[in-house]
Every structure is written in C-alpha cells, then in structure tokens.
C-alpha cells in the first residue's frame, strides 16, 4: 500500500488542526472521505439529481440506474446471491431494529430467548431489549471471556432450543475483539435460531463474504467506509425477507392501494418507503470501488500492523491500560492513570490528535471493564506509523501536564 498515495485522495487530511498537522484516529466513529466519493455524489447533485423508479424522463432513469446500479456493487462486495437481499436504509441502527420489529416481532414469543453479547453497541441491544419486553420473550448474554473475547463452548452453554435470535457483533467498537461469526452462526441454526450480525466496524475493513459466513441477516453503515453519512445496508436470507413484513409504509414500497387494504412491492423494495437515500447509495458504491482498488486484505494488515504498533508504544508508558486481546483489529481502547478520557482527548486534540471519548455507544461493556469511560484510538487505511509516534507524543504530554497540576 502506498500510504502517501492514499492520504493524497483525503482533502480533510490536508490540514493544521490547532497549529499541528491533523492526525485522525477516530475512523471507527466515522471514516474520512476520498476526493472521488465526493466528487461522486457532487456529480449525482450537478449532473442528473432526480427521484428514482418514478419519472420516465432522463434525469430519472440515469438516477435509478445510478441507484440500482449501486446495489448490485454492494451485492457483490459482500457476495449476496441476489439484488433482492440488498436493502438500503439509514444505517445499521436501522437494518438491525428493522429486524427486530419486523422479523423478530413476528417470530418470538413469551417463552423464547434472544442471545446477544455485553460487548454490543447501543444499537444491538436497545432493540432486542424492546422486543423482550413487548413479547415477555428472555433476553440473554453470551459471557465474555477475561480479554473480551468469546468462547464458542460458552456460545453453545447459553444458546438452547428455545432460543429464536442470536445477535452480535462481527467486530467490537471498544475491545477491536473479531468475533468467529462462522461459528457461531452454525451453533445459532443448530438450536434453530437466525443470526443477525452487527457489521458496522468489519465491513470496513475486512473481506466480508456474506454466504461463507452463512448470517441471516447482516448490517452495515456507509460512513465508517468511506462512504457518505445517512447510508447503510441490511443483507438478509431471501426467503426470511420475503416472509417479513415492512416497518415503514408510505410511498415507493407499495404495489397497489385501496381505501382499506394496500400490497407491497417486492424485494427489496418493500422495505425502502419514500424517496431512497440516492445520493448516499451513489456514493456507497464509488467507496466500495475505492476499497476494492486498495484491497481489503491489505488494509486488514495495515491497520492491525498499526493497532500492535501503538500498544507496543503504550506499553512503554507507566499508568496507560489497554483494553481488549491480543489479536484485534484497528482500535486501542486505553485509560490513563486517573486522568478522565475527556481530559485525555481535550489535550490530545489540543497536539491536533483525534481520538474518541465516552463509553463509546457500549455502556455494559464499560461496566464489564469496570470503568467509566475511556478514550479510544482507531485506525483506518490512511494512518501512518507518524501518526501513532504523534499519538503517543502527545498522549506522554497529556500525562506531564496533569501530573504537573496534580502536584
């Protein structure tokens, strides 16, 4: 990879913050934006910016084929068998209550279980908490190991026949912890439940092989690949989608309406009420290109080259924690002595160093740490070695001066 290369397509990249030269490790909250994608979705806006499926003018097929063109990109990205299991809507907060009020709605009762994990993200655990209490169904969590890893014999201790939903994440936004999503698929069919898999921190960064990894439902968000805000994708198994009905009704999503009765359209365009996220779906696609010209392999490596680089580092640091196993992907998740993260990250911002503060979307997580908060470094295909020898500088300058005003 040629990292200078890359960097050069990042106009953000290209700035002092605070009188220093930006240094953006916050990609797992949201990525940067190469110069095509965004040239990508200014080119929708100036050159054929119109609703899709409706017009027969021009404007309106160059925009539907823009629209429709991008799912197919995303069909294959993530090696779906079919257009028809790609849906488009907000985000993976979307795709995954999307299930949950629509599949799981429709297929859970008092007597069933739903299986999630402490290291999940507000979004894969607020729903299924919903669901719990609106069916009386039981809401379970899949124990974590003392790294924050999972182990597939307490996988298989807390899935039973009565469990109806597994649900977790392929990668952790605290721990960086990579999840046997494979297997733990195949222990989920065995009892007979489905598995949603929250993708958001993995598709990003890693090959993402929808039918291997044999998920029934799969979510993504646009913005953490390069790709604009407001765009994600729900994957699911044709015929589980075929048998779900819509979340959201309106325009678009409909075959035919009556006074007292409607139908829907058909996959996957029943779940897409109102006007599509266009622009978004345009600019998904050139990302995926983006990607893919890189490769995803390779961007894996670099990040976690880097992620091993910066906990070496750290490790040379007295009063700096590291959170989560060895064996990661792209984030280090860190407290130091007793300074609190926001403190941290004021002053890391101060040396024109992005990082992460807060319980990070997981509170239960921070409550298995046993802490509070913490800052957390995350790294992407433009990050350098510079950029964590700059981190780390200013992180040692962060402990000085309050190790000076704690004197």
């Known amino acids: 990879m040629d990292i200078q290369a890359i960097r050069e397509q990042f106009p953000i990249l290209q700035q002092e913050v605070n009188g220093h030269p930006l240094v953006y490790l916050d990609s797992a909250a949201t990525s940067q934006k190469p110069k095509q994608v965004i040239d990508a979705v200014n080119h929708y806006y100036n050159a054929y910016n119109s609703n899709v499926h409706r017009g027969v003018h021009t404007l309106g097929s160059r925009a539907t084929d823009g629209y429709e063109g991008a799912r197919d990109t995303v069909r294959k990205f993530i090696n779906a068998n079919s257009v028809e299991q790609v849906i488009f809507l907000r985000g993976t907060t979307t795709a995954i209550n999307t299930v949950a009020a629509s599949y799981g709605r429709a297929n859970v009762g008092p007597d069933d279980e739903i299986v999630i994990t402490p290291m999940e993200h507000h979004s894969n655990i607020i729903p299924w908490q919903q669901l719990a209490k609106a069916t009386g169904a039981t809401l379970k969590y899949i124990p974590l190991e003392e790294d924050g890893t999972l182990s597939l014999d307490k996988v298989e201790e807390t899935i039973t026949d009565k469990t109806k939903i597994v649900s977790v994440v392929h990668v952790s936004n605290v721990l960086g912890t990579i999840n046997p999503i494979k297997e733990i698929a195949n222990i989920a069919h065995k009892s ?50 075929k048998n779900m009905e819509p979340v959201e009704f309106g325009g678009e999503m409909i075959d035919f309406v009556d006074l007292y009765d409607s139908t829907w359209k058909e996959l996957p365009w029943k779940f897409e009420g109102g006007t599509p996220i266009i622009a978004g ?7 995926i290109r983006f990607l893919e010209t890189i490769g995803l392999d390779n961007i894996k490596k670099h990040e976690q080259e880097l ?14 924690t590291v959170y989560g196993p060895k064996k990661r992907a792209g984030v280090v998740t860190f407290n130091c002595d007793d300074v609190h993260p926001h403190d941290v990250a004021t002053v890391l911002d101060a040396e024109g160093v992005a990082v992460r503060a807060g319980h990070h979307c997981a509170q239960p997580l921070m409550r298995w740490l046993d802490v509070t908060a913490t800052a957390r470094a995350s790294f992407y295909l433009y990050n350098t070695k510079q950029d964590v020898d700059a981190f780390v500088k200013a992180l040692i300058k962060t402990k000085e001066y309050f190790g000076d005003v704690f004197r």
């Open 192 to 241: 007979g439940a489905v598995i949603m898999v929250d993708g958001a921190q993995a598709v990003p960064h890693m090959n993402v092989d929808v039918q291997d990894l044999d998920v029934d439902f799969y979510a993504f968000s646009g913005h953490k690949m390069c790709g604009p805000t407001g765009i994600g994708v729900l994957y699911g198994k044709k015929q589980l989608l």
């Open 281 to 287: 779906a345009i600019g998904l696609a050139e990302a």
């Open 307 to 320: 992620a091993s680089y910066a906990i070496s580092e750290l490790d040379k640091i007295d009063g700096v």
